[in-house]
C-alpha cells in the first residue's frame, strides 16, 4: 500500500546493509525494505538525537532525565507506511543491553521504530531484530495496524518489549510473531500522576493471530504504566509459549486511571511460569509526587477459551484492599499443570465468576459482586 495517489512518495532501500543514526520520516511516505535489505543502527550514542521525556512519564523508564530518538520517527505524521518484502531493521541492542545493565546509560534507550502523535500508519511485513528497547511503540496515536511482522531479541536482553500501544485507540495487531527478553505485547497510558494529567486512554485495540513469548515477562501485558485508562480491547487467537507468565494485569496504588472491558478468547499456552497473573502492588513510582489515594481500577475482565500445557502456576489474582479487582470472568480453562506444581491458584481482593475451569480456581471467582458485597460487610 502506498500514498502516492495523495501526493506521497516511497522511499525505497535496495538489498544490502544500510548502517544509520536515528532519522526521521514524513506524512504521505512509504519506506519500502527490499528483500535481503537491512537497516542497520549505528551503535555510537552521539548519532541519536536526545529529546525530552514523554508528557504522559515525565521522565523515562529507565531512568530519570530525557531520552534518546528512536531509530526510526513518525511525529505528527499521517498516512504511513512501513513495509517492505520481509526486509530488516537491525537495532543492534547489545550494547544498549550492556549500558543498561551496567548502569551507564547516559539518557534512556531508544526504540527501533516510534509514532508519536500520528494517525493513519501500517507497519507490515518486515522483521525486527535486538531492539535496544521496545520494536514497535505508537505513543498518542489512532489507526495503527501492524501486520505480519516478526520481533526478536534475545531471551536476556533486559526489558526488551515487542510491541507497545500507549495512549493509542483503534490499534490492531494481527498475524505476526514477538519473542522478545521481556513482553512480547504490553498496552500502557501513561505513569502516576504524569499519565492522569494527559488522559489519553489506550483503547479500541485488537490482537489476534499472533505467536508470543515473553521470556522473563509476559506474552501479553497491560500495565504496570497504566494511569490514562486501558479499555475495549480483544485478543483473539493467541500462541503463548516459554514466559515467564501469559497474560498480566499491572498496577498499583498510585496508578489512578483504569483496565476494563478486556476480552481475551482462543489461547494456547505452553511452558508457562503462571498463566494469568493479575497484580495490585506491580511497579515503581517516578518521583514521590504521586497521590497515594489514586486506586487504579481493575474490572470486566473476561478470559474464555483457554488452554495450556506445562504450566507452573495456573494464577495469581492480587488485588488492592481498598479497590478490589471486581467483575473477573473466566469460562472454558483447562490448564495442564507441570509436574512438581503445588498450589494452582492464589488470589486476594479479587471478584468474580468462573465455569468449567480446570483446575479449580480460588472461591474468590466463585461469587458474584453482590455475594462478594454480602461477604465483605
Known amino acids: 500500500m502506498s500514498f502516492a495517489d495523495k501526493g506521497g512518495a516511497q522511499l525505497y532501500v535496495p538489498p544490502g546493509h544500510w548502517l544509520t543514526g536515528s532519522f526521521s520520516l514524513t506524512s504521505h511516505l512509504t519506506l519500502f525494505l527490499e528483500n535481503d535489505a537491512v537497516i542497520v543502527a549505528s551503535q555510537d550514542p552521539s548519532h541519536w538525537e536526545v529529546v525530552d521525556p514523554l508528557p504522559s512519564y515525565g521522565r523515562g523508564i529507565d531512568l530519570p532525565g530525557k531520552r534518546y530518538k528512536s531509530l526510526i520517527n513518525g511525529n505528527k505524521l499521517h498516512d504511513v507506511v512501513v513495509t517492505g518484502d520481509n526486509g530488516t531493521i537491525d537495532g543492534q541492542g547489545l550494547v544498549w543491553w550492556d549500558r543498561f545493565t551496567s548502569h551507564s546509560l547516559k539518557y534512556n534507550r531508544p526504540h527501533l521504530i516510534?509514532?508519536?502523535?500520528?494517525?493513519?500508519?501500517i507497519v507490515s511485513n518486515l522483521t525486527f531484530l535486538n531492539a535496544p528497547a521496545y520494536s514497535i511503540y505508537s505513543i498518542y496515536s489512532s489507526h495503527v495496524y501492524i501486520h505480519k511482522i516478526l520481533a526478536h531479541s534475545s531471551p536476556k536482553s533486559p526489558y526488551t518489549?515487542?510491541?507497545?500501544?500507549?495512549?493509542?485507540?483503534?490499534v490492531c495487531i494481527q498475524n505476526s510473531t514477538i519473542n522478545v527478553g521481556y513482553d512480547a505485547i504490553s498496552l500502557k497510558s501513561g505513569w502516576d500522576e504524569y499519565g492522569i494529567a494527559y488522559s489519553r486512554p489506550t483503547e479500541n485495540v485488537h490482537i489476534r493471530n499472533v505467536y508470543l513469548r515473553g521470556a522473563s515477562g509476559s506474552s501479553i501485558s497491560f500495565g504496570s504504566e497504566m494511569s490514562g485508562g486501558i479499555s475495549d480491547v480483544v485478543v483473539d487467537n493467541a500462541h503463548i509459549h516459554y514466559s515467564l507468565t501469559g497474560i498480566a494485569f499491572r498496577t498499583t496504588k498510585?496508578?489512578?486511571g483504569y483496565i476494563k472491558e478486556i476480552d481475551i478468547s482462543n489461547i494456547d499456552m505452553l511452558r508457562i511460569g503462571t498463566a494469568i497473573v493479575?497484580?495490585?502492588s506491580f511497579?515503581?513510582?517516578?518521583d514521590d509526587k504521586y497521590d497515594v489515594n489514586a486506586l487504579p481500577l481493575v474490572s470486566h475482565i473476561r478470559l474464555s477459551n483457554i488452554s495450556g500445557e506445562n504450566i507452573g502456576i495456573a494464577g495469581k489474582l492480587f488485588g488492592i484492599k481498598e479497590s478490589p479487582f471486581s467483575s473477573v470472568t473466566l469460562s472454558n480453562v483447562s490448564l495442564s499443570m507441570s509436574s512438581g506444581s503445588s498450589v494452582s491458584w492464589q488470589c486476594s481482593y479479587v471478584y468474580g465468576s468462573s465455569e468449567s475451569v480446570i483446575p479449580e480456581p480460588c472461591p474468590e471467582l466463585k461469587r458474584d459482586a453482590d455475594a462478594y458485597g454480602r461477604a465483605a460487610v
Open 114 to 121: 516510534e509514532f508519536l502523535s500520528s494517525e493513519n500508519v
Open 161 to 170: 518489549i515487542g510491541i507497545v500501544p500507549d495512549s493509542s485507540d483503534y
Open 254 to 256: 498510585g496508578r489512578g
Open 278 to 280: 493479575a497484580n495490585g
Open 283 to 286: 511497579g515503581s513510582h517516578p
